[in-house]
C-alpha cells in the first residue's frame, strides 16, 4: 500500500512552531513509513512575497523528487502577477494550488479578487486546497459560494473544517460537489473522520496530517488506525485517491 500525505508544509523561519525543512520532513516520513507526501508554504508567507514561499517548495522537490509533490500558493491581490505565479509553478513540475488561506489575506470567498484568479487558472485543471475552520472567510458556506463558481475544479477543502459543529456543513457540500473532496488534517476526532466516512464514503476523503512534530504525525496517523477501515478504504484513503487526483500513478 502506497501513502501519501496529501496536507504538509515546509516554513523555514526558526522562530514559529511551523518550522520544519525537507530534511526534518523526509525523516518524518521515513520514521512513519509515508512514502510521499504533498508539501506547501505557509500561506502567512505568501501575503507579502510572490516567488520565495514557492521557491522553498521547488528546492525541496528537486532534492526529494520521489518523496514530495509541490503545490504553490499565491495571494489573490497580486492579480497578474498571481496567475504568472502559477504559472511557473506549474511549467516546474507543481501539481496544484493551496494551502488558500482566504483568513491571511482577509479576503471574502466571492471577493472579484479570488473570484478572477480562480477563473483564470480554472483551464489548468489542477486541484485547489482551501482551509476550512471556524473562522469568518473559511467557514464551509462560504468556501461554498467559492465552490460553485468552479464546479468542474477539483477542490479540497482541508481539515474537513477542523471542528465538529461545521462537519455537517462540509459533508452536504461534499454530496453536492462531485469534485469536492475532504482531507483528515487536524480534525479535531476520529469520529469526525468516521461520520464523513460513512455520509460520503472512502473515494473522497484524503489522509493528511498537517505535522510539525512527530508527535502530531503519530496523532493523525492514529486517527486512522480508530477508524477500523476494511482493506480497500484504507488503500483509498491512505494514497490511492489523491494519487488519482494528481495522476501520480504512473508514479506508483
Known amino acids: ?118 477563473r483564470d487558472i480554472e483551464n489548468f485543471g489542477i486541484p485547489i486546497l482551501f482551509h476550512v475552520g471556524d473562522t469568518p472567510y473559511c467557514r464551509p458556506k462560504v468556501i461554498e459560494s467559492i465552490i460553485s463558481e468552479l464546479p468542474e475544479n477539483v477542490i479540497i477543502m482541508g481539515h474537513m473544517g477542523t471542528w465538529k459543529h461545521l462537519l455537517n456543513d ?28 460513512d455520509e460520503v464514503g472512502a473515494e473522497k476523503i484524503l489522509f493528511g496530517s498537517d505535522s510539525f512534530s512527530h508527535e502530531e504525525m503519530q496523532g493523525e496517523l492514529q486517527k486512522i488506525e480508530l477508524l477500523g477501515l476494511t482493506n480497500k478504504e484504507k488503500k483509498l484513503i491512505m494514497g490511492e485517491n489523491v494519487a488519482r487526483l494528481l495522476k501520480l500513478i504512473t508514479r506508483i
Not at 506547501?40 to 514530495?68: C, G, H, Q, S, W
Request: hydrophobic residues 40%; proline residues 4%; aromatic residues 8%.
Open 1 to 118: 500500500m502506497v501513502v501519501i500525505d496529501a496536507h504538509n508544509h515546509l516554513d523555514n523561519d526558526r522562530k514559529r512552531e511551523t518550522f520544519q525543512t525537507a530534511d526534518i520532513l523526509v525523516e518524518r516520513l521515513n520514521r512513519f513509513e509515508i512514502d510521499m507526501s504533498v508539501i506547501m508554504p505557509n500561506p502567512l508567507d505568501t501575503v507579502t512575497r510572490i516567488e520565495e514561499p514557492n521557491n522553498l517548495i521547488f528546492e525541496a522537490m528537486k532534492k526529494y523528487p520521489e518523496r514530495f509533490i509541490g503545490f504553490c500558493c499565491v495571494n489573490p491581490f497580486f492579480k497578474d502577477k498571481a496567475v504568472k505565479e502559477i504559472e511557473r509553478c506549474l511549467n516546474s513540475g507543481f501539481k496544484g494550488i493551496g494551502e488558500i488561506v482566504p483568513d491571511a489575506y482577509q479576503i471574502s470567498a466571492n471577493d472579484g479578487a479570488l473570484v478572477s484568479l480562480l
Open 170 to 197: 462540509v459533508i452536504s457540500i461534499a454530496k453536492r460537489y462531485k469534485k469536492v473532496y475532504l482531507d483528515t488534517a487536524d480534525v479535531k476526532s476520529s469520529d469526525m473522520i468516521k461520520k464523513a466516512l
